[in-house]
């Protein structure tokens, strides 16, 4: 199936990046279009990511929350 640039400037930048690549237009759109599909699936993970701290953040109860000073990690080391 054929990919038809049909803006003048577009085709200008492709022919720009596949010369300093010294590559084909077609490679050069392959990998431009795979970096930003990479790109999105990361930005995913980061979404997710924030998402489930938030979830976290909203199941937690600040009451139990406990203060992490050198009497703390000393009991953590008591024989």
């Given at each position: 199936?054929?990919l038809?640039i049909?803006?003048?400037?577009?085709?200008?930048?492709?022919?720009?990046?596949?010369?300093?690549?010294?590559?084909?237009?077609?490679?050069?759109?392959?990998?431009?279009?795979?970096?930003?599909?990479?790109?999105?699936?990361?930005?995913?993970?980061?979404?997710?990511?924030?998402?489930?701290?938030?979830?976290?953040?909203?199941?937690?109860?600040?009451?139990?929350?406990?203060?992490?000073?050198?009497?703390?990690?000393?009991?953590?080391?008591?024989?």
């Amino acid at each position: 199936m054929a990919l038809y640039i049909k803006d003048p400037e577009v085709n200008q930048l492709a022919t720009q990046l596949a010369e300093a690549r010294k590559t084909t237009k077609t490679e050069v759109i392959r990998q431009v279009l795979l970096n930003e599909l990479a790109r999105d699936e990361k930005d995913t993970y980061v979404e997710r990511a924030v998402a489930f701290a938030r979830d976290m953040r909203a199941k937690g109860n600040p009451d139990l929350i406990k203060t992490v000073d050198k009497a703390f990690i000393d009991s953590l080391y008591e024989d």
